[in-house]
């Protein structure tokens, strides 16, 4: 069955370091998000991505964070300058276009900003 | 925006007892309601959702009740083994016409005691 792969499983960096986070959508998806839980806490939307350009951001998804998809198959999120409190798993998801809204998780990269 | 807000935070049952999680959310335009299951170390994954034209919807164990009116929706899981400890989240979203972004509640951790 086709599933969201998501790498690296686990990164480890230092304050103010940039981080890409890397993600394959399903193959035949065309809607793609980014979600970020941290330690305990509920998971948060991030931004929706559609057609090359972002649909809609949270307010948490400011000017350090960035999307791009820049292929057919990865959609990346950048974060610019890590800050202590952008330690959190981070998900991406998709979902096909048309009628069906769900949405299908990869397993989730766990960012550790020391 | 939407908020939406999930009890109990834990749960534990003995095997074979039912389990029920409730959740409230605040946006009436809301109208997709899925249901995750979060494994350790893995990403969210669908287990079941309701659209807002259905009252309820029920997949061998697991079913799902929403109430418009209330602004509520409930998971229930009969017959409980081992294997459906996890945490549960339960999310709301505005639909297709809004991206499908989810909000999600906070999670409850199910625990099933053989």
């Known amino acids: 069955e086709p599933e969201v792969t998501q790498t690296p499983s686990h990164q480890v960096t230092q304050m103010g370091q940039e981080v890409i986070l890397r993600c394959v959508p399903i193959s035949n998806h065309l809607y793609f998000y980014w979600y970020r839980q941290i330690l305990g806490q509920k998971v948060e939307f991030l931004v929706s991505f559609y057609n090359n350009e972002i649909s809609e951001k949270s307010e948490i998804f400011d000017d350090q964070f960035s999307v791009e998809r820049p292929d057919g198959s990865n959609f990346t999120l950048k974060i610019r300058s890590t800050k202590l409190e952008d330690s959190a798993m981070y998900f991406c998801?998709?979902?096909?276009?048309?009628?069906?809204?769900?949405?299908?998780f990869g397993p989730g990269t766990r960012l550790l900003v020391l | 925006g939407e908020n939406v807000e999930q009890h109990p935070s834990t749960l534990s049952v003995q095997e074979g007892d039912s389990a029920v999680i409730k959740c409230t959310y605040s946006d009436s335009a809301s109208n997709y309601f899925p249901w995750y299951k979060q494994e350790l170390g893995k990403g969210p994954q669908l287990i079941i959702d309701i659209r807002s034209n259905v009252g309820e919807k029920k997949d061998q164990r697991i079913a799902v009740t929403l109430n418009k009116t209330a602004k509520h929706f409930s998971l229930h899981i009969t017959e409980t083994q081992p294997e459906d400890s996890a945490v549960y989240f339960c999310a709301a979203s505005l639909g297709l016409y809004n991206n499908n972004d989810m909000r999600f509640g906070a999670g409850t951790r199910l625990t099933v005691k053989p």
């Open positions: 998801a998709s979902r096909i276009q048309g009628g069906e809204q769900t949405q299908y």
